[in-house]
């Protein structure tokens, strides 16, 4: 029992050390802080889109694979995070 708890705490620390690795403050000047602002009027309402879909889009920009009119500045805006902690973040918004 005592491994387990152990195990589950490290897991915990190691997601929130992941997740605190993307800034999501810089997202929310074009996203809305409740993630509801379709940014610069071009983007998806985040607040409405899947974990998983938010993981895909993120990851898609980094590598160059998704977006629109707005790939570009996303591209810069996601290239410095590995795909792990992408993930991380996207479990934090979202439905």
Known sequence: MKKIVIATVA???????SMAAVNGK??????GADWTKAALGKSKNV???THAEIAT????YKDGSY?????????GQVAKYSDEELDAF????GK
């Open 57 to 60: 889009s993120l990851k898609g």
């Open 26 to 31: 810089a997202c929310t000047s074009c996203h």
């Open 90 to 93: 996207a479990q934090t918004i």
């Open 67 to 75: 977006g629109g009119p707005m790939k570009g500045l996303m591209k």
């Open 11 to 17: 897991s915990l620390a190691l997601a929130t050390a």
């Open 47 to 49: 607040a409405e889109m």
